[in-house]
């Protein structure tokens, strides 16, 4: 089922608060996250993100296609 029209997209509030700091730091390093269920919004866009799968961290590299998964 999916989510509401209304209720706008989910993403962690933590996970977005570390990929805007690492974009203005300009670093290039991999966020670790473990928020799996997060939308991914266009702010997230050029990071690297090491999202973790229950066994180890996969590094994913968030591109325009991926917006809205």
Known sequence: MARSVWKGPYFDITLYKKVKKSKEENSKSPIKTWSRRSTIIP???????????????????????????
């Open 43 to 69: 702010d997230f866009v050029g990071v690297t993100l090491s999202v973790y799968n229950g066994k180890s961290f996969i590094p994913v590299f968030v591109t325009e296609d991926m917006v809205g998964h």
